[in-house]
């Protein structure tokens, strides 16, 4: 299955034609994933519970050991992860005032090992 391109913070992708762009496979899932940490905790009426709101965290005290548990349960409500294999979520600051978060995954759709990186 397909849908439209959308890249975090900006608006949906055009196509070399010029019309929106599809995208399918691991970088749907990527898409999928950035979108969920992205989106804040409530945002979506009809699901409640969708969303991280990694962002809102910016400029707050980090909190390795929740930031890890959190993106662990949203990452679990993904359908795109294999969710028969394990997901492993890096929480570490590399410099005063930085974090950086590591995810590896397996897509669902084809089988690959997938990393995903945000740093702020």
Do not use: F
């Not at 809102?56 to 993106?71: K, Q």
């Not at 590399?94 to 995903?116: F, M, N, R, V």
Request: one cysteine or more.
């Amino acid at each position: 299955m397909s849908t439209l391109s959308h890249t975090m913070g900006g608006d949906l992708d055009l196509s070399a034609t010029g019309g929106v762009a599809i995208v399918t496979g691991a970088d749907q899932t990527r898409q999928a994933l950035l979108r969920r940490l992205c989106t804040n905790a409530g945002a979506y009426i009809w699901q409640p519970d969708y969303g991280a709101g990694l962002p809102a965290r910016v400029g707050t005290v980090m909190d390795e050991a929740g930031i890890r548990a959190l993106v662990l349960e949203q990452v679990q409500d993904e359908a795109g992860v294999d969710q028969t294999q394990p997901v492993t979520v890096t929480v570490t600051s590399p410099k005063t005032g930085a974090c950086l978060l590591a995810i590896s995954y397996t897509d669902a759709t084809t089988g690959a090992a997938q990393e995903l990186a945000l740093t702020t």
